[in-house]
């Protein structure tokens, strides 16, 4: 039986200026740093003789296919993607790179970030638009209550606030 899976769903084409930034740094990162280093590494272990038996050589050479990978699909996702660089007319709204701060039915309170699928950030609750939380969210106002269903169950929430800034002001 083959390893044959169908492809994803593809991934909504929205980024922060913040977002590209950073896809274009990583980019730039593996090409002048990190990928000549890895090539020079490779070439030292191939003059080390039989390249078989060799581990440093099999090693390089898996670590410089997933440069390359990463580098083919940095580049196809830049071109693909759509920089967003205004806010909405109406920030009254949930829409793309909003901040929401979201009441639960516990009193809990927690501001998420609706960003693109390439900078997601669960440490700092950066939500891809395309997940469950922040299609609910679309087009809701502050005072707006929801029940969404998530991996972990059906659960309630309170639209508390909606802005465009960063609250913490990074």
């Not at 994803?8 to 280093?37: C, M, N, V």
């Not at 039989?50 to 580098?71: P, T």
Request: glycine residues 6%; without cysteine.
């Amino acid at each position: 039986m083959g390893r044959w899976r169908p492809p994803l769903p593809h991934s909504s084409p929205y980024i922060t200026e913040a977002g590209a930034r950073a896809l274009r740094t990583e980019l730039d990162e593996l090409w002048r740093r990190k990928r000549p280093e890895v090539t020079r590494a490779l070439s030292e272990a191939a003059a080390e003789g039989d390249r078989s038996e060799n581990a440093e050589y099999i090693y390089r050479k898996k670590q410089l296919a997933g440069i390359d990978r990463r580098i083919r699909y940095l580049r196809k996702r830049l071109e693909a993607v759509t920089v967003v660089k205004t806010t909405p007319t109406d920030t009254s709204q949930v829409f793309f790179g909003a901040w929401v701060s979201l009441e639960d039915e516990h009193g809990q309170t927690t501001v998420y970030r609706i960003v693109g699928a390439d900078e997601l950030l669960p440490a700092r609750n950066w939500i891809s638009m395309d997940s469950p939380l922040a299609r609910a969210l679309m087009r809701r106002r502050a005072g707006d209550e929801l029940e969404v269903d998530l991996p972990a169950g059906r659960k309630w929430f309170l639209v508390a606030e909606v802005r465009y800034e960063d609250p913490s002001g990074d």
